[in-house]
């Protein structure tokens, strides 16, 4: 495979590097990634995360270790178990589906390869048209706040809702982020913050807590989100605290927009219900842990509920940005995302 490099993929060698997302900012680490038990502890501890990211290392890995001689039936049978390693991000089980077909070929080291490659340049076109499709929507001034984290690092491209924000910032036209540091993990104090850093855009870090404070002062006047999931009536499965910004930002009548490629849209999944939540390790929880070690806080033995993702409503949601443009609520309302 040719030589390829995003923020936090790598290929070279005919090797899959990722960037240790957990090590980020304080450590910029590539990790090899030459099979798929380690890909998969890679995804699990979320040294690679995001969407789109997720299923794009899959396929790269799966089309590398064809090229480096894996029989077909032990592709199926990798496959299937990277499908298994996440299983509310939707945008995995997409694009394994497309590696499937190739993987069906005559020529499948080719057509897996041809494939790989495919869904990362679409990844990157998928960006571009979601940032200018979303941009039109940001007002001069604007004061936006973004929960988790949605830029490079989580796609092969400009991010989702954050590649939104840094295209309205390069036309002028936003103040200021608010990035919710997002409990328990830290992805918006550790990860969008210094995206926005390295990216010029001005932002203040605040705890998840304090956005309700900053609505109530007038001092948002629009609320970003990327997305794991969009079922087929509208609703959104993204990092837990989402739908806590939607109620919020529904009260106080401020715009909520969720920004995400087409891929990540599930027709067959009815609604938001039928969305599996990820429930993931309590130390998550109960301390904290990262370059500079390991913390616990709570006591030992404590009792932890731990979800990945909340479901945000329909109902609450004033358009989905697409890269195929700008999804109202009445458009939902009469079906748009339901199977055809």
């Not at 993204?238 to 009548?253: P, Q």
Request: proline share 5%.
């Amino acid at each position: 495979m040719q030589t390829l490099s995003t923020t936090s993929l790598q290929v070279r060698e005919n090797q899959l590097w990722i960037l240790d997302q957990q090590a980020l900012p304080q450590e910029k680490i590539w990790c090899p990634t030459p099979d798929v038990a380690t890909l998969v502890g890679h995804i699990q501890a979320l040294r690679v995360r995001g969407a789109p990211l997720i299923g794009l290392s899959a396929s790269l890995l799966l089309a590398l270790l064809a090229e480096n001689g894996m029989p077909k039936a032990e592709l199926a049978a990798a496959l299937e178990v990277l499908r298994a390693s996440r299983p509310t991000a939707v945008n995995l089980m997409n694009n394994l589906d497309r590696m499937k077909l190739a993987l069906a070929q005559d020529n499948f080291v080719g057509a897996l390869n041809t494939e790989a490659l495919r869904l990362v340049a679409e990844d990157k076109a998928l960006c571009n048209s979601i940032a200018e499709a979303g941009s039109v929507l940001v007002k001069p001034g604007s004061r936006l706040l973004t929960h988790c984290n949605t830029g490079g690092l989580a796609t092969a491209g400009v991010g989702t809702a954050l590649g939104v924000i840094a295209l309205a910032h390069q036309q002028g036209n936003v103040a200021n982020v608010w990035v919710d540091e997002t409990r328990p993990l830290l992805q918006g104090g550790r990860l969008t913050a210094w995206e926005l850093g390295e990216l010029g855009v001005p932002y203040k870090l605040i705890c998840d807590s304090m956005a309700a404070s900053l609505m109530a002062q007038q001092q948002v006047d629009a609320i970003w989100v990327g997305a794991d999931r969009i079922a087929a009536n509208g609703d959104v499965a993204n990092k837990i605290g989402t739908y806590s910004l939607a109620v919020l930002a529904n009260y106080h009548g401020i715009p909520f927009y969720v920004a995400a490629p087409h891929t990540t849209l599930d027709r067959s999944c009815p609604n938001g219900a039928a969305i599996p939540i990820e429930q993931r390790d309590a130390r998550e929880v109960t301390g904290v842990a990262g370059s500079f070690g390991q913390v616990q806080w709570a006591p030992q033995n404590a009792s932890v509920y731990n979800p990945a993702f909340d479901v945000t409503p329909a109902a609450l949601i004033s358009g989905w940005v697409l890269d195929t443009g700008v999804v109202a609520p009445a458009q939902v309302a009469e079906g748009i995302f339901q199977p055809r």
